[in-house]
């Protein structure tokens, strides 16, 4: 069974910085993208943030400029810096892989628990 485990939420001021943390473990072949998502309250789930294995990254405009996602597959994880927060950017943030458990199966989406990140102003 894969988990995904978020780290890194809180509280912060606008302006301020914070960088969330997401590790995989359990038994897999492989992880190809990962990703992050942001939900807030009444809202649906939305893109923030995406990366392949190879180290492309999309954005959400939204956080372009401002966020930078990064992975270290050696130790399964994949990292989310964020720098400028403003209040939108309030929400809980979930972490999201393509994992492929052996090497004939075809990859499947897994999710973290999430982690709340909120900017005053």
């Known amino acids: 069974q894969v988990q995904l485990v978020e780290s890194g939420g809180g509280l912060v001021q606008a302006g301020g910085s914070l960088r969330l943390s997401c590790a995989a473990s359990?038994?897999?072949?492989?992880?190809?993208?990962m990703g992050w998502y942001r939900q807030a309250p009444g809202k649906q789930r939305d893109m923030v943030a995406i990366i392949t294995r190879t180290g492309s990254a999309n954005y959400a405009d939204s956080v372009k400029g401002r966020f930078t996602v990064s992975r270290d597959n050696a130790k399964n994880t994949v990292y989310l810096q964020m720098n400028s927060l403003e209040p939108e950017d309030t929400a809980v943030y979930y972490c999201?892989?393509?994992?492929?458990?052996?090497?004939?199966?075809?990859?499947?989406?897994?999710w973290g628990q999430g982690t709340q990140v909120a900017v005053s102003s």
């Open positions: 359990g038994n897999k072949f492989n992880i190809n993208d």
């Open positions: 999201n892989a393509a994992v492929q458990i052996t090497r004939s199966t075809l990859p499947r989406t897994y």
